[in-house]
């Protein structure tokens, strides 16, 4: 049995301001028997911390095409232990106003899979899945680097973020529910480079009260032929 403790993520169902954002993720210690729920944490908890930090100003998937895709490796670090997963996104449909998004969620030989309908006439975030823009994310910094990853190298430039907001959980103890509201702060910075799919994000890091850490990385791309 792997122990896993991740920093203010107690809520079997949490809200954030209404909308559901966090289910089967415990406070103190998770325990994780099997590699399909060692994937179902990681994909949890980068739900969790993207659904509270979207604020992209246009749509991933405007200039896409059916049959592109992009793949990351999705990290998740805690107090206690580090998780990754290899997520791969793929456009299986296309018109005017809708994208069909196939994700592919693999840790070991478990893979899951989902496709999603996402309209683009509004705001899309590729890792996060959320969709609209949240005022309350605020810019604090801009800059330039070089990154390196999987032997390649992009000039990206990088945009740091912050958000504050109360997540409202409920946790069922001995048939009694618990419900308490906690304060957290949020930081997320992108490193965006040119001819990178599904806009053009190379790297993502999120912290969560600078305890828990989701970390999305760049493996490969292609378009479709």
């Known amino acids: ?7 203010d993520t107690n809520a079997v169902n949490s809200s954030f301001h209404g909308e559901r954002v966090g289910p089967q993720i415990r406070s103190a210690h998770m325990h994780c028997r099997n590699l399909t729920q060692r994937m179902a944490l990681v994909v949890a908890l980068a739900g969790f911390a993207g659904s509270a930090y979207s604020a992209e100003e246009s ?46 969620q693999k840790l070991g030989d478990q893979v899951k899979a989902s496709e999603k309908k996402i309209s683009l006439d509004q705001p899309f975030d590729l890792l996060s899945g959320k969709e609209g823009a949240d005022p309350r994310v605020k810019i604090v910094a801009e800059g330039k680097e070089l990154v390196k990853l999987g032997g390649k190298e992009y000039a990206c430039r990088w945009i740091k973020k912050e958000a504050d907001f109360d997540l409202k959980t409920t946790v069922n103890i001995g048939g009694k529910k618990d419900t308490s509201t906690i304060h957290n702060t949020i930081e997320s910075q992108d490193w965006i480079a040119p001819n990178v799919a599904f806009g053009g994000v190379v790297k993502r890091k999120v912290k969560m009260n600078s305890e828990t850490t989701i970390e999305y990385d760049l493996q490969d791309q292609g378009k479709a032929k």
């Open 59 to 104: 749509n991933a998937l405007k200039d896409a095409r059916k049959g592109d895709w992009i793949t990351f490796q999705v990290t998740a670090t805690g107090k206690e232990k580090t998780v990754s997963i290899i997520v791969t996104y793929t456009v299986i449909e296309k018109d005017e106003k809708n994208v069909s998004l196939k994700t592919e």
């Open 1 to 7: 049995i792997e122990k896993f403790r991740f920093a």
